[in-house]
């Protein structure tokens, strides 16, 4: 089943419900109207009733009687006497409205107990009971039901009518809302044909088809960005990873001629490409860090902030031995959310930054409280013109470009500090002298 039809079939429904309801109420309206107008005048008549032959053709129509326990009837009623009457005269039960149907003709009937003894007026003299008796006030209702048949033949008819109008009235409807859904699936399959992702909808009103169009053109920007960010990565790899490659092609044209090379030649040669076996094989594993995009497949997991720093620089202590540099601590119980495996690579890489930088005998200060945790070095620092740049991918500064590395390990920091939603923050620390970096993971709840 199509949308178009869903729509047509529930508007058609709710509609169809609604004139049933309003028919439904207005015919049982109607009825209780004309049986409460007909009971009203029978309680009129039941004020001063008078017994005798002489009123017997009201037994015809409308008019009263009486009916003795006994089953007898006084007034020469020819309506059938039903069970419930006898049984307002014999047990004097409660006055009660019965509804009878004799042939063709409805008659309504108003039955009021009269016990044994009480004075009647007949039509010559005064009469006394002399058993419980029920009088019976009668009204020929036949009119009165035959209007009922023919309002409700009418309202079912409308009702009808009504189903169909509305069916009518919701295919129209239908068609004429989802027009504009209609154009937008048709530029929608030609962006998707035509693979144009700068082709953006025209973003309408305010309206939930204007945010409708406003989303995809959102969900359109994402995917492009995406798009460039990845040619760029595959681009930027290419262009980082020919060089550590070309030099191994070099080293290795070299080894070709191995017998000519002294035993010190031979060595350095070996070094030399084992440094650039480890620079290809810390290049691949940022690149597959950076490949994840801005959202991770891990799971997300509630941990202390500071217990994972305290592991990250008991592992840094040892690397910063070489260059004996000291890492100091101070930390502050703090708890977030986010990926174990990827913060801690954030952390290690900002470590590494600092012990890389840091000068033999340095001091690396590590600060964590409040989901915040704060890296000071006292290398030569980040000079400003170049903070706007340092979480490029592959970017680095001119005067590290000496040194190994992949330029890739900010750039990855700055990718889990967003897939956190948090921050990543560079400037000048004011205790050491050199660079501050400052991750900012929102505390849980």
């Known amino acids: 089943m199509t949308f178009r039809v869903r729509v047509v079939v529930a508007s058609s429904v709710a509609v169809s419900l609604a004139i049933a309801l309003a028919c439904g109420t207005a015919f049982l309206i109607s009825r209780h109207a004309i049986f409460q107008s007909v009971d009203d005048s029978l309680i009129h008549t039941a004020a001063a009733p008078t017994y005798g032959e002489a009123e017997s053709e009201h037994a015809r129509g409308s008019g009263f009687e009486l009916i003795l326990a006994d089953g007898s009837v006084y007034g020469g009623r020819k309506i059938p006497v039903e069970a419930a009457v006898i049984d307002v005269a014999r047990y004097q039960l409660s006055a009660r409205f019965l509804t009878v149907s004799v042939g063709e003709s409805t008659f309504r009937e108003y039955v009021v107990p009269v016990p044994a003894g009480t004075e009647i007026s007949c039509a010559a003299d005064e009469c006394v009971l002399s058993q419980n008796a029920a009088q019976v006030f009668t009204s020929d209702i036949t009119g009165q039901r035959h209007q009922l048949s023919s309002l409700a033949h009418a309202l079912i008819l409308l009702t009808l009518l009504g189903?169909?109008?509305?069916?009518?009235?919701?295919?129209?409807?239908?068609?004429?809302?989802?027009?504009?859904?209609?154009?937008?699936?048709?530029?929608?399959?030609?962006?998707?044909?035509?693979?144009?992702?700068?082709?953006?909808?025209?973003?309408?009103?305010?309206?939930?088809?204007?945010?409708?169009?406003?989303?995809?053109?959102?969900?359109?920007?994402?995917?492009?960005?995406?798009?460039?960010?990845?040619?760029?990565?595959?681009?930027?790899?290419?262009?980082?990873?020919?060089?550590?490659?070309?030099?191994?092609?070099?080293?290795?044209?070299?080894?070709?001629?191995?017998?000519?090379?002294?035993?010190?030649?031979?060595?350095?040669?070996?070094?030399?490409?084992?440094?650039?076996?480890?620079?290809?094989?810390?290049?691949?594993?940022?690149?597959?860090?950076?490949?994840?995009?801005?959202?991770?497949?891990?799971?997300?997991?509630?941990?202390?902030?500071?217990?994972?720093?305290?592991?990250?620089?008991?592992?840094?202590?040892?690397?910063?031995?070489?260059?004996?540099?000291?890492?100091?601590?101070?930390?502050?119980?703090?708890?977030?959310?986010?990926?174990?495996?990827?913060?801690?690579?954030?952390?290690?890489?900002?470590?590494?930054?600092?012990?890389?930088?840091?000068?033999?005998?340095?001091?690396?200060?590590?600060?964590?409280?409040?989901?915040?945790?704060?890296?000071?070095?006292?290398?030569?620092?980040?000079?400003?013109?170049?903070?706007?740049f340092i979480f490029d991918r592959f970017w680095r500064s001119p005067s590290a470009r000496s040194m190994p590395g992949s330029g890739l390990g900010l750039a990855i920091v700055a990718q889990v500090a967003s897939e956190a939603r948090g921050a990543i923050r560079v400037g000048s620390s004011d205790t050491l002298g050199g660079a501050a970096f400052t991750l900012e993971i929102p505390e849980e709840q």
């Open 163 to 388: 189903v169909l109008l509305a069916a009518l009235l919701g295919y129209l409807a239908a068609r004429a809302a989802l027009a504009p859904l209609q154009t937008v699936t048709d530029d929608i399959e030609e962006i998707a044909d035509t693979t144009n992702l700068a082709q953006r909808l025209d973003e309408g009103g305010r309206d939930e088809l204007g945010r409708l169009r406003r989303t995809f053109n959102k969900l359109m920007t994402t995917v492009e960005t995406s798009q460039r960010l990845q040619r760029q990565l595959v681009l930027d790899a290419s262009h980082e990873l020919r060089t550590p490659l070309t030099s191994l092609r070099t080293n290795a044209q070299v080894l070709q001629q191995i017998d000519r090379l002294s035993l010190e030649d031979r060595q350095q040669l070996v070094a030399d490409m084992i440094v650039q076996v480890d620079e290809l094989a810390a290049l691949i594993t940022d690149l597959g860090e950076l490949s994840r995009g801005e959202s991770s497949e891990g799971t997300v997991t509630t941990l202390r902030l500071d217990d994972l720093v305290q592991e990250a620089v008991d592992v840094a202590r040892t690397h910063a031995r070489t260059k004996d540099i000291t890492i100091e601590l101070t930390s502050s119980p703090s708890t977030v959310v986010a990926r174990r495996d990827r913060l801690a690579r954030a952390i290690n890489n900002l470590l590494g930054n600092a012990i890389k930088f840091s000068p033999v005998g340095g001091r690396v200060q590590v600060d964590v409280r409040h989901g915040t945790v704060r890296v000071e070095d006292n290398g030569p620092g980040i000079p400003e013109t170049e903070q706007a």
